[in-house]
């Protein structure tokens, strides 16, 4: 099992930055690629970005691409979503995942493990 818990979300103003954390547990963090997601009132759960194992191959949405930055630190067992010029449709319930298999992708069927999510709001 592997328990992840996300925070830094919160109400940001358009344009605003915010970091992201994903802290994780219970089983050795360097064997899980991971991933973040979204979800949007009423919409399906979006793929934002993942990294792979080590943290030398990244991937993003192409919307994402130019303002996100994936990261993760595995001495620190953390998962790390940089977002910047952020937009109100950015707003979500931002959740991160663990898979032990499928590095980089981008169907959320292929994660294991989530976290519980944490809450993302952009004002205009």
């Known amino acids: 099992q592997v328990q992840l818990v996300e925070s830094g979300g919160g109400l940001v103003q358009a344009g605003g930055s915010l970091r992201l954390s994903c802290a994780a547990s219970?089983?050795?963090?360097?064997?899980?690629?991971m991933a973040w997601f979204r979800q949007a009132p009423g919409k399906e759960r979006d793929f934002v970005a993942a990294?792979?194992?080590?943290?030398?191959?990244?991937y993003y949405s192409d919307s994402e691409k130019a303002r996100f930055t994936i990261s993760r630190d595995n001495a620190k067992n953390t998962l790390y979503l940089r977002m910047n010029s952020l937009k109100p449709e950015d707003t979500a319930v931002y959740y991160c995942?663990?898979?032990?298999?499928?590095?980089?992708?981008?169907?959320?069927?292929?994660?294991?493990?989530w976290g519980q999510g944490t809450q993302v709001t952009v004002s205009s």
């Open positions: 995942a663990a898979t032990s298999e499928y590095s980089g992708s981008s169907d959320s069927y292929d994660y294991d493990y």
């Open positions: 990294i792979s194992w080590s943290g030398g191959s990244t």
């Open positions: 219970g089983r050795t963090f360097s064997n899980y690629a």
